[in-house]
């Protein structure tokens, strides 16, 4: 699916791009909370106010009934929250698209022991008449056994799953005794599209654990992993530590989480990296030789580009091509991302189509 060839993009390290969320520089509010924390000596390993204090907010925002731990990484975050809830000889359901099966290079088989069951689709949404299929063998000691659906919010293709969606596939899970986990690497930029509170659509949805994603909304670093039932907890603390994401200087993620949570910051950078795309797509549908290929709900656009453009544009812009054999491409919009960089990046697709 994604391709990339790196020998386009040497020498543009300081240009504005479209290739990842990842890409974009870290919110002030972020460094000034880490810089605000920096402050003598505190206890390592999250035994510190910072900590403390951001367990707090999060409980403030999906209720006490929760465990929350934070770790480095969305790759972690992801592996370690289903390495919780799983057995070596169990299986997870997901999307052919998802993050888990895509872009993690084996973590989640490396790591877990289990199995992984992707579902093609057409937007990026797993639904219930595609898992049913997946639901075989089960109590029969020669198949790996289906233990958990895994799906992502906002999709690697930019839709978002409304709330009565992720419910269904909840109800139907629990219904035939699977747990829900959400991948919310951009559940902010969800959360703006569905203008509605992250509990909302995670723990009231009944999704039972998430991964919570900092860093493609303006951290500089930092997950959290959230169980909405602190059974399911109950040895993270030990295979969050086996899996080597135990911060000791815990404190400068924690206190970003709080500059997060705090005063909605997320909500503002959130909204803004999805206006962006509406603006990248309003400029985009001006042109007739490109056409936007799936919904543009969060912070992508995905656009189907005469093949002619493709390597031109890429000696100027970092950006990803989603599908070589279709000639899509995915542009994603960033916290900082500004209505200037869009009409630049649209005139030289003008440019570039009219030579």
């Known amino acids: 699916m994604k391709t990339v060839h790196f020998s386009y993009f040497w020498g543009m390290e300081n240009k504005r791009s479209f290739a990842s969320d990842n890409n974009s520089g870290v919110h002030h509010e972020y460094l000034e909370a880490i810089s605000d924390s920096n402050n003598g000596h505190v206890i390592g390993y999250g035994d510190d106010i910072y900590t403390e204090n951001a367990i707090k907010q999060f409980k403030s925002v999906f209720g006490n009934n929760i465990e929350v731990f934070f770790t480095f990484l969305g790759t972690a975050a ?43 689709t057409d937007d990026g949404k797993l639904r219930i008449s595609d898992i049913k299929e997946h639901l075989k063998g089960i109590g ?103 899996g080597m994401q135990l911060a000791s200087k815990m404190r400068y993620i924690s206190a970003q989480f709080s500059a997060y949570l705090k ?61 070589e054999n279709e000639n899509i491409v995915r542009w994603m919009c960033s916290w900082d991302t500004t209505k200037n960089d869009v009409d630049i990046f649209a005139s030289k697709i003008k440019e570039l189509l009219n030579k």
């Open 78 to 120: 992801n592996v370690l929250g289903l390495n919780a809830i799983t057995n070596t000889f169990n299986a997870i359901i997901c999307a052919e698209s998802s993050h888990i099966y895509e872009d993690e290079c084996g973590a989640v088989e490396r790591f877990g022991g289990v199995k992984l069951l992707p579902i093609k």
């Open 140 to 242: 029969f000691e020669h198949h790996s056994q289906p233990s958990v659906i895994s799906i992502t919010q906002a999709t690697e293709f930019g839709t978002v799953y409304t709330k009565q969606e992720i419910k269904e596939i909840a109800d139907f899970a629990h219904n035939n005794n699977l747990l829900l986990h959400m991948d919310g690497a951009r559940i902010a930029n969800a959360a703006i599209s569905l203008d509605m509170s992250f509990k909302e659509f995670t723990a009231d949805a009944g999704v039972d654990v998430l991964s919570f994603g900092g860093t493609k909304n303006g951290m500089m670093y930092g997950e959290a992993i959230i169980f909405f039932d602190k059974k399911l907890a109950t040895n993270f603390k030990y295979i969050r530590k086996q």
């Open 263 to 323: 005063d909605s910051l997320w909500k503002e950078t959130a909204t803004h990296a999805n206006l962006m795309a509406q603006e990248l797509k309003l400029a985009i549908e001006k042109i007739p030789e490109i056409s936007i290929v799936y919904p543009v709900q969060s912070n992508g656009v995905f656009a189907k580009v005469p093949r002619k453009i493709i390597s031109k544009l890429q000696n100027e812009y970092f950006f990803y091509e989603w599908d």
